[in-house]
């Protein structure tokens, strides 16, 4: 019974972690603006990935093989000194200040690869052994759990200084993110929020993992059937990756470039709409749209690029993209000439 059910775990964790691998690479492919999130973001699960397969696949093959051994060693060593890099690099490039970031992501980077390559001289001379490995994974503990509890107090801020200027809302943390389209979070925001607290839940855990249970029961009792909480962990951060691109259709929405040629039809009906605001706001009133959905709305159909409207209302790209998304929802449009298709037909 108990080798059944490690074959179903085993087989979930391993279809699912691959699953979500393959969406991000394709996300990552399909990106034309904000390709470096994208990115950063692959190279995280990526490195996840690399410590799981690493970490867990040679004692499920039973290989009794020293270069083998060393071979997934290696590879789970690689994913956590690319994790190290990775994980912060993923969570500041979505700072709106990210500029100053640059010098201490470079310093990190640094870290990660010298920390890798002093593994595998250890390796190579034979003289690898527990300080080290145990040396590596606080390291890698630490970036996870400082990354998202500074992830987690920006969002708290952010939160505050929002009520504050929308007391009439009646908002609360739990609703939040429900109403993304008042907040202006955007699909990173709230994908970060979730996980950097599954993280915090799990990061205890993965002590168990590193010292198979610390012989406390029940921990070491799963330890010693082969069940490990990273890849539990990664299986949950996968669901709430994928259920997040589902809830917020991103695929379908995020990055569908539009036919510019096809826009020159409405060129004079949108030149006497940019020309009369009063006349396009009160085109808008059906959709109940916000304030800041109306701003990107009237910087869009001037012909602004995402960029544009980003620096001129002090937004980041990924949140203008959110709005955006929000708005084609509430005026059940698929792509931009469809938008200005229902604003003209508006009496």
């Keep these: 019974m108990i080798s059944f059910i490690k074959i179903i775990y085993w087989f979930l964790c391993y279809t699912i972690t691959f699953t979500t691998v393959l969406v991000s690479?394709?996300?990552?492919?399909?990106?034309?603006?904000?390709?470096?999130?994208?990115?950063?973001?692959?190279?995280?699960?990526f490195s996840f990935f690399l410590l799981m397969f690493g970490s867990t696949i040679y004692s499920l093959l039973n290989i009794e093989n020293k270069i083998l051994e060393t071979i997934f060693?290696?590879?789970?060593?690689?994913?956590?000194?690319?994790?190290?890099?990775?994980?912060?690099?993923?969570?500041?490039?979505?700072?709106?200040?990210?500029?100053?970031?640059?010098?201490?992501?470079?310093?990190?980077?640094?870290?990660?690869?010298?920390?890798?390559?002093?593994?595998?001289?250890?390796?190579?001379?034979?003289?690898?052994?527990?300080?080290?490995?145990?040396?590596?994974?606080?390291?890698?503990?630490?970036i996870i759990a400082f990354t998202c509890l500074r992830g987690l107090l920006i969002f708290r801020i952010r939160f505050l200084k929002y009520k504050h200027k929308n007391?009439?809302?009646?908002?609360?943390?739990?609703?939040?993110?429900?109403?993304?389209?008042?907040?202006?979070?955007?699909?990173?925001?709230?994908?970060?929020?979730?996980?950097?607290?599954?993280?915090?839940?799990?990061?205890?855990?993965?002590?168990?993992?590193?010292?198979?249970?610390?012989?406390?029961?029940p921990f070491?009792?799963?330890?010693?059937?082969?069940?490990?909480?990273f890849p539990i962990f990664f299986v949950l951060w996968s669901i709430i990756y994928i259920?997040?691109?589902?809830?917020?259709?991103?695929?379908?929405?995020?990055?569908?470039?539009?036919?510019?040629?096809?826009?020159?039809?409405?060129?004079?009906?949108?030149d006497e709409l940019n020309n009369k605001n009063e006349k396009l706001l009160s085109k808008l009133k059906s959709f109940n749209l916000t304030e800041r959905e109306k701003e990107i709305l009237i910087l869009l159909i001037k012909g602004k690029s995402y960029k544009e409207i980003s620096n001129e209302l002090?937004?980041?790209?990924?949140?203008?993209?959110?709005?955006?998304?929000?708005?084609?929802?509430?005026?059940?449009?698929?792509?931009?000439?469809?938008l200005i298709n229902k604003i003209l037909s508006q009496p």
């Design 25 to 45: 690479a394709f996300k990552t492919l399909i990106t034309i603006e904000n390709k470096d999130i994208e990115s950063a973001h692959f190279l995280m699960i």
């Design 73 to 142: 060693n290696i590879f789970s060593m690689a994913g956590v000194c690319l994790g190290i890099f990775a994980i912060p690099n993923f969570a500041l490039i979505l700072s709106e200040d990210k500029s100053k970031f640059k010098n201490f992501l470079k310093f990190i980077l640094f870290i990660s690869l010298l920390l890798f390559l002093l593994i595998i001289f250890f390796y190579i001379i034979d003289k690898f052994n527990s300080l080290i490995f145990i040396s590596v994974y606080f390291i890698y503990f630490f």
């Design 167 to 217: 007391e009439s809302n009646n908002l609360t943390e739990n609703n939040i993110s429900s109403k993304n389209n008042f907040t202006g979070l955007n699909f990173w925001e709230i994908y970060i929020k979730k996980i950097a607290k599954l993280s915090l839940i799990f990061l205890p855990l993965f002590f168990f993992d590193l010292f198979s249970g610390f012989n406390i029961f």
């Design 220 to 229: 070491n009792f799963i330890s010693k059937i082969g069940i490990r909480f």
């Design 243 to 270: 259920l997040e691109i589902i809830k917020l259709n991103k695929i379908s929405s995020f990055n569908k470039p539009f036919n510019k040629y096809s826009l020159n039809n409405y060129s004079m009906k949108i």
């Design 314 to 338: 002090s937004i980041s790209i990924a949140t203008v993209k959110t709005h955006i998304t929000n708005i084609y929802k509430k005026t059940d449009s698929k792509h931009k000439v469809d």
